[in-house]
């Protein structure tokens, strides 16, 4: 069994290869099943909002409050922000057979959505990789670290999306608006 790391020279010298037995694949099997009741939870509520015509009335009508519109649209964003993150670090650790992202990586695009909004968090999230493909030429060159932190990137690009946030709207309107 593996000690904990009460020390920093306890860690030293040991990688993610020294522990072969963790099963990264069933781990993730539990997230999903974790994940399952949200999942449905947010395709039933969908289903009745669009199919059940007594409901959507209702739903515009609730909508006009401005405080309930506010924390249901941080409500969306942060599931949409933990939605693009948890949905690539399972599929990475299928396809990988080991962690692809960390929780961590979870919570900051979910704190992210609940600021930005859905839209631009997932904009941010596929902004990120540039920032990290740029550090992983820098360390390619100067370092020879494989793993890098994800959050970093991460974070930069949030802050580009809320600095550029009229800028990247005014493009993706005339991406597909204005044809």
């Not at 992202?101 to 979870?106: A, I, S």
């Not at 900051?108 to 600021?115: D, E, I, R, Y």
């Not at 990120?128 to 990137?153: C, E, N, S």
Request: hydrophobic share 55%; aromatic share 16%.
């Amino acid at each position: 069994m593996k000690r904990s790391y009460e020390y920093p020279e306890d860690f030293e010298g040991e990688t993610e290869e020294d522990e072969p037995d963790f099963k990264h694949r069933i781990e993730v099997g539990r997230e999903v099943f974790f994940l399952l009741p949200v999942i449905v939870g947010v395709l039933i509520g969908y289903v009745v909002l669009c199919r059940v015509e007594s409901v959507h009335p209702w739903w515009v009508n609730t909508m006009q409050s401005p405080v309930l519109a506010g924390f249901l649209g941080s409500l969306w964003g942060y599931l949409a922000g933990c939605a693009v993150v948890w949905a690539t670090r399972i599929l990475g650790t299928l396809a990988f057979g080991k962690e692809a992202m960390g929780l961590g990586d979870v919570h900051l695009m979910g704190a992210a959505g609940a600021v930005i909004g859905p839209l631009a968090v997932v904009l941010a999230f596929f902004i990120a990789p540039f920032f990290g493909l740029a550090w992983a030429m820098h360390q390619a060159i100067f370092k020879k670290t494989r793993q890098i932190p994800y959050g970093p990137f991460l974070s930069m690009a949030v802050f580009v999306v809320m600095i550029f946030h009229d800028w990247f709207g005014a493009w993706i309107a005339g991406l597909y608006l204005y044809q």
